[in-house]
């Protein structure tokens, strides 16, 4: 690597960085919109065209306001605990590949920070550091409701942290690799001539993991049990206020962006898409951009229409489904790919797809039937009885 090679990282960090901060007002702003009308309310349409500039005023807002700060504090881990969470949230983008890339002279310069071996890796490693600034925020405040949210978010985060990581294992033994460029190389091409070679089909049960899990991972709703206001103010960032509270705000959407694109890299072909023959290398960048903004929506969407579900029923899901599916379609997944030594992948497909749907239809069956017993109790002489 010479100084030019330097010079050119240096300048994919900044476009980069640039990227999502204006992805970020940009998520901020159509989320309000996407509400408000699922709401039959108008939503931010006072500062630039159509409200798209209000994001940019309340950040500027925040910048300039007064920076609080309870007497019971830890100063130095207080100041700190933003910039543990939002740091990360940067560094997970570097290894999502957003296009295909071009050439000036004999140089390759790609729409990726950094093209490692490991990223799928690094992506789970820069997941697991956030949070530490969500427990530090917590028990650096000195008071009650951001220690209760910081110890919910703790155990919610490892919790689903293994079912997103065993949908990840699926994927890379499924693709042979840990690199997030491999990957998206190893969707190239077709199946029958028309259908798109994306992992979605081979790992759709991955697929339905990983993106809840990823939901619970960035405590957004119905899993915003860290910061279930009704219960506990604001959680972990109750007493912050000013650039601080701007930083955690940031992580968070941060955290959303990122994460669809890495479900976009990891089950949709990442930029691989239909190349119109004008403006070759722009298309790349525009599939990648389109079914990352279809995945942002699934989060507004899901924030807008699903309740918020109890902390107990949280860790269930996580523990006892999330955990085990992942285990068995990790297995299921190795043994496609070892076993067709011996059989054909079809053949070895048409006996275990019916055996995990039956499998999945009785644990369905399960919690449906413990749902209405649970209901039916309640009925009985429970809670609504009580009241």
């Not at 983008?93 to 004999?106: E, L, Q, S, W």
């Not at 939901?215 to 912050?240: I, K, Q, S």
């Not at 650039?243 to 959407?253: D, G, P, Q």
């Amino acid at each position: 690597m010479d100084w030019l090679d330097v010079v050119i990282v240096a300048i994919k960090a900044v476009v980069v960085f640039g990227f999502l901060l204006v992805s970020v007002m940009m998520t901020i702003w159509v989320e309000r919109r996407i509400v408000a009308f699922m709401q039959q309310r108008i939503g931010p349409n006072r500062v630039g065209p159509f409200g798209m500039l209000q994001s940019l005023a309340d950040g500027v807002k925040l910048f300039f306001k007064e920076d609080l700060r309870p007497s019971s504090a830890n100063e130095p881990v207080f100041s700190l605990a933003p910039l543990f969470s939002m740091i990360p949230a940067f560094m997970a983008f570097a290894i999502v590949p957003m296009g295909k890339g071009f050439h000036i002279g004999d140089r390759t310069i790609t729409f990726q920070l950094a093209d490692l071996n490991i990223g799928v890796l690094f992506f789970l490693a820069m997941g697991s550091l956030m949070v530490y600034g969500v427990v530090l925020a917590g028990w650096a405040s000195g008071s009650a409701y951001p220690l209760l949210g910081a110890v919910r978010s703790t155990a919610q985060m490892i919790s689903y942290e293994m079912g997103l990581g065993l949908a990840a294992v699926a994927v890379t033994v499924w693709a042979g690799t840990l690199s997030t460029s491999g990957i998206v190389d190893a969707q190239a091409g077709t199946y029958l001539g028309f259908i798109p070679r994306w992992f979605i089909f081979p790992q759709f049960p991955a697929f339905l993991l990983f993106l809840l899990a990823g939901l619970a991972e960035t405590n957004r709703p119905p899993f915003d049990l860290p910061e279930a206001e009704t219960e506990l103010v604001a959680g972990y960032h109750t007493e912050y206020s000013g650039i601080k509270f701007a930083m955690f705000f940031l992580a968070e959407y941060l955290h959303v962006i990122t994460t669809s694109a890495l479900v976009v890299t990891l089950f949709l072909g990442g930029w691989r898409g239909p190349i119109l023959p004008f403006l070759e290398p722009v298309w790349p960048l525009v599939w990648f951009m389109g079914k990352m903004g279809a995945l942002i929506f699934f989060f507004i969407w899901a924030r807008a229409t699903i309740p918020r579900i109890r902390y107990d029923r949280l860790m269930e899901i996580g523990w006892k489904i999330f955990i085990p599916a992942g285990l068995a379609w990790v297995m299921i997944t190795a043994t496609l790919i070892v076993l067709p030594q011996e059989f054909e992948r079809a053949t070895l497909l048409a006996w275990i797809g019916p055996i995990f749907g039956l499998a999945a239809v009785v644990l369905l069956g399960k919690v449906t039937r413990e749902n209405l017993a649970a209901l039916r109790a309640a009925k009985e002489g429970g809670a609504f009885g009580r009241r």
